[in-house]
């Protein structure tokens, strides 16, 4: 199995980037297809984005069309997430993980989690 460890979150004003790093061990990255999610306080984890295996297909959540990029690295095993333009309404702890199936949305269809890293966006 793969172990996932996020970093890049932390504290940005409206309308910054931050730019957020998945680095996986235990297992290739090319196995899986990646995906980013987030969890707001009082709020369900939500779908952001995911890339294929090989990173030819990209898929984003209407929220974050246009506003965040989903790329990976598997010569160095490692995914990001490239976030610009936020608001404050980007505030939540992001997640990467990891699955088999490719346009996977839902938090069950992602079998290895990492541990999230807080993002905060002040007004």
């Known amino acids: 199995q793969v172990q996932l460890v996020e970093s890049g979150g932390g504290l940005v004003q409206s309308g910054g980037s931050l730019r957020l790093s998945c680095a996986a061990s235990?297992?290739?990255?090319?196995?899986?297809?990646m995906g980013w999610f987030r969890q707001a306080p009082g709020k369900e984890r939500e779908f952001v984005a995911a890339?294929?295996?090989?990173?030819?297909?990209?898929y984003y959540a209407d929220s974050v069309e246009g506003q965040f990029t989903i790329s990976r690295d598997n010569a160095n095993d490692t995914v990001y997430l490239q976030m610009n333009s936020l608001k404050p309404e980007d505030t939540a702890v992001y997640f990467c993980?990891?699955?088999?199936?490719?346009?996977?949305?839902?938090?069950?269809?992602?079998?290895?989690w990492g541990q999230g890293t807080q993002v905060t966006v002040s007004s």
């Open positions: 890339i294929s295996w090989s990173g030819g297909m990209l």
């Open positions: 235990g297992r290739t990255l090319n196995s899986y297809v």
């Open positions: 993980a990891a699955a088999f199936t490719f346009g996977a949305t839902r938090s069950r269809d992602y079998y290895y």
